[in-house]
């Protein structure tokens, strides 16, 4: 069972639901001591949140509302986990196409341990995983190959492996929780590694080239799928090269 957010009515009514500019999710007059978080495609305006987009009203637990879209180009986010491509490389941060409206700049130093002695050293168009820190419309976003905690975790350069685009709300349909039936049922057939980005990029790596093309034909036939037709379309994908 779905847990829906414990705040007002109206905004419970609304997630999952699809909404458009102008439309308000939140009476801010009505919360006490609540704090939100707002992800893309949503601002507040005095008391109210209110939609700046059209899509899809998505919560998660504790308290982040965004709106969800399909859309081609990126706009960043803080603590959004993105695929990134270096394009240019400074003496104190490289540079990295996003997918956004701005290139962005990853800081030599932003990596677990980072000092002035062990700077990495990337090649133009080494892809990388990472997370956004700094996001504001009028500067160029500021990115990281750690976690909050400073720990490289799963951050760093992606190797070998087959990097695809995507829609950003195909990239968040993988990303969802619980699992989307195309991502679960190839991997109980099938072993792969993938990352996804939220920026509408995703990346897949197998042992076996085929793995990867199957793979990645998979995802990109589920957008448009429903949960049942995706699991319908691994099956046949699966008996095709059985």
């Known amino acids: 069972m779905e847990e829906k957010p414990l705040s007002s009515s109206s905004s419970s009514s ?15 007059s009505s919360m006490t001591n609540q704090t939100l978080k707002l992800g893309p ?12 987009k059209a899509g899809r009203l998505r919560f998660s637990k504790p308290n982040k509302y965004w709106v969800e879209s399909s859309e081609k180009r990126y706009v960043p986010c803080v603590e959004d986990t993105i695929l990134g491509i270096v394009v240019d490389c ?44 700094k996001a504001n419309s009028n500067m160029n976003p500021e ?18 492996g087959y990097m695809f685009e995507s829609t950003t709300g195909l990239s968040r349909m993988l990303l969802s929780s619980p699992t989307c039936p195309v991502l679960e049922a190839l991997g109980k057939k099938l072993s792969f590694e993938i990352a996804v980005g939220l920026n509408g990029r995703v990346w897949v790596n197998a042992s076996a080239p085929e793995t990867v093309i199957l793979v990645a034909n998979a ?7 429903s949960w049942a037709q995706q699991r319908i379309m691994v099956d046949k994908l699966m008996k095709r090269i059985q």
């Open 14 to 28: 609304l997630v999952d639901q699809i909404i458009v500019p102008g439309d308000v999710i939140l009476d801010l």
């Open 143 to 160: 990115l990281s190959c750690t976690d909050a905690s400073g720990k490289a975790s799963e951050f760093g350069p992606l190797k070998e």
């Open 219 to 225: 995802i990109m036939n589920a957008e448009t799928l």
């Open 90 to 133: 400074k003496p104190d941060n490289f540079l990295v196409d996003i997918k956004g409206p701005m290139l962005a700049f990853l800081p030599v130093l932003a990596f677990e341990g980072g000092t002035r002695r062990n700077i990495p050293k990337f090649e133009i168009g080494t892809l990388l995983y990472l997370r956004v820190v």
């Open 41 to 52: 495609g949503l601002r507040q305006d005095g008391d109210a949140i209110s939609v700046m």
